[in-house]
């Protein structure tokens, strides 16, 4: 007999695969209760010590979670708690927390949130979605800080209860808190696949759907969800079919995932056992820990253009330099191939503006650009060749037409090469270059690419 309880089904953003079912805990939103106060000039130097003292305790909770993971063999994981530790360290934001303190005469917790709204303003003029996340990282270490000066404590279901979690938003140190819970899915209205929170469930492998707007609000906690982290979907008090229908989904899913796995340390080979390496395509260096798990014996594509969109000023070459040695000691003795900035079409950086074009994917684009915005160019090349020394890397040119074009850029490769050895900064001097094809006249001559 089917369950007289309407069942409904909400739509949202896939983050990680596989199906969950489980009962609705609703995790509180973060609405610290404070009473907003002014204060005099004679309490500044004491609102301050409050801030300074929840910074240390918010670092200590941090870090005693980071060790937490790391004792359990959740490396990746621990790694974004080390992100909101790195937060935490930037005076930058301290002194501008104290600085509201000061000039506004508040409490620590108005500070805090003055603050906030001010920081969340900028990264809201952000269009690049990665970017425009990383907003969510300062406002979850803020909120940690709060919870310290107002004194919160957050209660979790009992350990033997199977559930589902659904949030309004979730930091990544509270997934870090849950992994030794019985959390069958997650379902949170808001986020996207680029945010931290969605990278460290996708990589500890529990369903989740994000993006799924007010649900959070309109569940009590207890009825039964099924999560499809597969499809995007969240199904609330499922009929009795339906619930049969995805729990042998989910027992399938998750026998097929494990007898994928069997084949992952298999060669990658043709029938007659000629090798053809299998590599993986990444956007992000968080990526790069993946690859491993799956069997890929390195990065076929690594892709660049992140780090310049959405941004009023280009990458450093410090900040290139970080990512990808990061990526290339992830992978590593396995190869790295890196495609240098693919910019312009529908790929706009707001550092390099672009005129407008009468057909822009046959403009100023990839290699064209790079050539004449020669500065963020250089910098990038250079970090290229210094993360080389760490690991095999292969450098990947985008939208090569000419055999001209080709000569200019190994020129100015072999001119940073000569600037690196005056330094004495090592790197790999017989690193390979290469040129994607992807127009007719640099198919027709890849004789002489």
């Known amino acids: 007999m089917e369950n007289l309880i309407e069942e409904q089904v ?13 009962k609705a805990w609703i995790f ?10 002014r204060i005099s000039h004679v309490l ?12 240390k305790k918010t670092e200590e909770e941090l870090l005693s979670l980071q060790a937490k993971l790391l004792k359990r063999g959740l490396n990746k994981e621990a790694n974004f708690i080390e992100v909101h530790l790195e937060m ?20 620590a917790e108005w500070a805090l949130e003055i603050t906030l709204k001010r920081i969340l303003k900028d990264f809201e003029s952000i269009e690049e979605e990665y970017l425009k996340e990383r907003g969510q990282d300062v406002k979850h270490v803020f909120e940690m800080v ?7 404590s957050l209660t979790y279901p009992p350990e033997e209860e199977e559930f589902v979690l659904v949030g309004h938003d979730l930091p990544p140190s509270d997934v870090g808190q849950l992994v030794s819970h019985p959390v069958r899915g997650f379902a949170i209205d808001v986020g996207s696949s680029t945010s931290h929170t969605a990278i460290v469930l996708k990589s500890l492998g529990i369903p989740a759907v994000m993006a799924l707007k007010d649900l959070s609000r309109r569940l009590k906690g207890g009825e039964i969800l099924i999560i499809d982290g597969n499809r995007g979907k969240v199904i609330v008090n499922p009929h009795a ?25 298999l060669p990658s080979e043709s029938l007659d056992g000629y090798p053809l390496p299998l590599r993986a395509n990444i956007e992000f260096p968080h990526e790069a820990a993946l690859i491993r798990q799956y069997g890929a014996e390195g990065i076929g594509l690594y892709r660049t253009e992140y780090l310049f969109l959405g941004r009023k000023e280009v990458p450093e070459e410090e900040e290139h330099f970080r990512c990808y040695k990061q990526v290339v000691m992830e992978v590593s003795p396995y190869p790295t191939t890196i495609r240098t900035f693919d910019l312009g079409g529908e790929k706009q950086a707001p550092s390099m503006p672009i005129p407008k074009e009468r057909n822009p994917a046959l403009g100023l684009k990839g290699i064209r650009l790079a050539l004449r915005e020669k500065e963020p160019f250089k910098a990038q090349l250079r970090a290229i060749l210094r993360a080389s020394y760490y690991g095999k890397i292969r450098i990947l040119l985008p939208m090569i037409t000419s055999l001209e074009e080709l000569r200019e850029v190994k020129l100015l490769i072999e001119n940073l090469k000569e600037e690196l050895a005056r330094e004495s900064i090592p790197f790999d001097p017989q690193i390979q270059i290469g040129v994607m094809i992807e127009v007719p006249s640099a198919a027709l001559i890849t004789d002489f690419l």
């Open 10 to 22: 909400y739509d949202g953003i896939p983050v990680s695969a596989g199906i969950g079912i489980g």
């Open 28 to 37: 509180p939103e973060r609405g610290f209760c404070y009473l907003p106060r």
């Open 44 to 55: 500044i130097e004491a609102e301050v010590e409050r801030l300074r003292k929840a910074l």
């Open 88 to 107: 935490l360290k930037d005076k930058s934001l301290l002194q501008q927390v104290e600085e509201t303190i000061r000039e506004e005469l508040v409490c």
């Open 146 to 152: 709060l919870k310290e000066l107002v004194g919160y």
């Open 241 to 265: 079919s339906t619930l049969k229908t995805y729990q042998k989904k989910r027992d399938f899913y998750f026998w097929f995932s494990k007898e994928l796995l069997k084949y992952a340390s």
